[in-house]
């Protein structure tokens, strides 16, 4: 039987992707190799969000081409949000890709590796993405077993107008609370996962297609009793979608981590209504002081996007006075990334790329000077750390602090404990990101 490489690129909802792609090969029969140069079949599932993404998914591509070229992989199959958005460019400008799927279409490819094996050149990517999938996909695990990832809504129809993700994923699409609540339950008796990681492009939009409302709530009510004294995490929030609702659940359920995601973008009204991000200033700063009063331990996490087109310098140091003052915990920055057919690309005042650059790392350096401060108010405080890991002698974890991926780490000096199992962890010391302590 043919071994298949599988690359997973991008962010955490293609990894489910990835996941539920392994499952259908390994449900044909197929061998899943751990590496390339061991396999008959490559498989990239790509990102094409920003340059950036489309540069390392290029990449990756064109290392599988090498070694298609010395004889150690027969095939190349390409899949994701890049070939949605570039199939008949990547096929034709590479031509040692043997197939193509599109975003929705990788459910195809177990069913389509004879042909290709063939010799047969395969395309097939839908115009409009519309799988969604559900309980019955029996993914395999591509993270560490002791943290899943729930992906409870397909695609966005917000239309931030910088946003490439409504044609590379189509319009919302959410999955029913009973399927989510079932695959919770695999998860845990499969994995004995320790945190689920709920996910979509907007969670808080979740249900909206259906109802017209939110029905997050509703699910986190569900989802919580089954993960009992387990974590539960919610990423990608959308501020202008959080409701008191929201927050009166994360408040009040002991394992919902207190860790809010609110990817604000900018601070600047007139940039947010050009974004069509459907949020104000003034409704930034009240939902960041209301969650905090509501939940005095939250952590705030956002991002933000510089050099947006027509960005001054004015509007760029206000961004900065109001990030000082909000004092985010964790922040991610974004240079703005001209993608053609969003109508930010056509906007006129685009910023030259050193303006982009140098105002991005004045945003990294602020915010690693409030990460310091903040690190330094945790130290002598003891918290439950889940242990991820073990390198160089040290134990590495996180906190409900801390994202896996995308935040910091605590370093853990401890003579013996269980990866996968939680820990109580004094900190010791400090860095800039990442805290340093001893098991308890």
């Known amino acids: 039987m043919n071994k298949i490489y599988l690359i997973s690129l991008g962010c955490s909802r293609n990894l489910v992707d990835s996941e539920v792609l392994q499952g259908l090969l390994k449900k044909e029969g197929y061998v899943i190799s751990d590496a390339p140069e061991n396999a008959d079949i490559g498989i990239v599932n790509t990102c094409g969000f920003i340059n950036d993404a489309k540069d390392e998914s290029l990449q990756v591509i064109l290392q599988m081409v090498e070694l298609k070229k ?116 695999m998860l845990i008796a499969e994995h004995d996962i320790k945190e689920l990681i709920v996910v979509a492009q907007d969670t808080t939009a979740f249900g909206t297609d259906r109802s017209g409302k939110s029905e997050l709530p509703e699910l986190l009510k569900e989802l919580s009793p089954r993960m009992k004294d387990r974590w539960i995490r919610i990423l990608y929030t959308h501020p202008a979608h959080f409701s008191d609702k929201m927050i009166d659940i994360i408040a009040d359920t002991d394992n919902i981590c207190n860790y809010i995601d609110i990817p604000i973008q900018h601070t600047d009204d007139d940039i947010l209504k050009n974004m069509n991000r459907k949020m104000t200033n003034r409704e930034i700063f009240t939902l960041t002081a209301g969650l905090r009063k509501r939940i005095p331990d939250a952590v705030l996490r956002t991002s933000v996007i510089v050099g947006f087109p027509g960005e001054t310098d ?127």
Do not use: W
């Open 314 to 440: 004015t509007q760029f140091e206000n961004l900065l006075k109001d990030l000082e003052n909000i004092g985010f915990d964790r922040l991610g920055a974004f240079i703005y990334s001209q993608e053609e057919g969003t109508p930010a690309a056509k906007m006129k005042g685009q910023i030259p790329e050193d303006v982009k650059r140098e105002r991005f790392d004045r945003v990294m350096r602020l915010q690693q000077r409030i990460s310091s401060e903040n690190n330094l108010k945790l130290i002598n405080r003891t918290l439950k750390v889940l242990v991820d890991a073990r390198e160089d002698g040290r134990y590495l974890g996180r906190s409900y602090m801390d994202a896996p991926e995308v935040d910091g780490l605590i370093y853990v000096d401890a003579d013996s404990l269980d990866i996968g199992e939680f820990a109580d962890v004094k900190i010791t010391g400090t860095m800039e990101y990442d805290l340093i302590g001893e098991a308890v």
């Open 70 to 185: 010395t004889g150690k992989l027969k095939k190349i199959i390409v899949t994701g949000c890049l070939s949605q958005r570039y199939p008949d460019q990547l096929m034709e400008e590479i031509t040692e890709i043997d197939a193509m799927f599109g975003s929705s279409d990788f459910v195809k490819i177990p069913a389509s590796i004879k042909a290709i094996l063939s010799g047969e050149k395969v395309r097939d990517v839908a115009g409009t993405p519309g799988y969604l999938n559900d309980h019955t996909s029996k993914r395999i695990s591509m993270t560490p077993g002791h943290y899943a990832y729930l992906k409870i809504q397909e695609g966005c129809s917000n239309m931030c107008c910088y946003c490439v993700i409504p044609h590379l994923r189509g319009p919302l699409r959410s999955r029913h609370i009973d399927s989510l609540v079932l695959e919770t339950e």
